[in-house]
């Protein structure tokens, strides 16, 4: 028979001699090139041809991710302002005049949050007021000054 002969120079192949071909990342998208078993398969089978093919299959199908969320974004922005247009005009005047009124909080909540400073004055303030006060100089009043200071 014919396959003995060829069974007889048949030599098994070398598996420890196998190097699994290199599954680098994708800089752009920062994502591996095979992500699956098909994929690596597909590099090992073919690694010229599948590398261009997968980085190009990658790079597209994230951009038009991207691309498909901005849209939604889009559509949602526009059927909220066509929303808003669709409003009379009382309510969007009412709706504007509430954030503003609430943008800073109500009078109550900023005089608790807020405290003045207290009053204070450094050695140096006291000591110029009353170099002041000694010499008198032209121009300068000393109303607003406390004489007991």
């Known amino acids: 028979m014919i396959l003995t002969p060829i069974l007889e120079r048949a030599t098994d192949y070398d598996v420890s001699k196998y190097q699994a071909p290199e599954n680098p990342i994708i800089e752009e998208i920062d994502v591996k090139l095979a992500e699956n078993e098909k994929e690596m398969l597909l590099l090992e089978l073919f690694p010229n041809v599948a590398a261009t093919f997968l980085r190009n299959k990658k790079t597209a199908d994230y951009y038009a991710k991207i691309e498909a ?3 939604e974004k889009r559509r ?3 059927e909220r302002k066509a ?3 669709a409003l009379p005009e009382e309510v969007k005047q ?3 005049l ?3 009124y609430h943008m800073a909080g ?3 909540q900023a005089e608790e949050e807020i405290t003045p400073p207290t ?3 450094s050695k140096l303030d006291l000591k110029t007021i009353e170099m002041l006060r000694r010499e008198k100089p032209k121009g300068i009043k000393f109303d607003d000054v ?3 200071s």
């Open 76 to 78: 949602i922005e526009a």
């Open 94 to 96: 009412e709706m504007l």
């Open 106 to 108: 109500d009078s109550h």
């Open 98 to 100: 509430q954030g503003l």
């Open 119 to 121: 009053p204070h004055e």
């Open 146 to 148: 406390d004489e007991e």
């Open 83 to 85: 929303a808003y247009d």
């Open 69 to 71: 969320a901005e849209e």
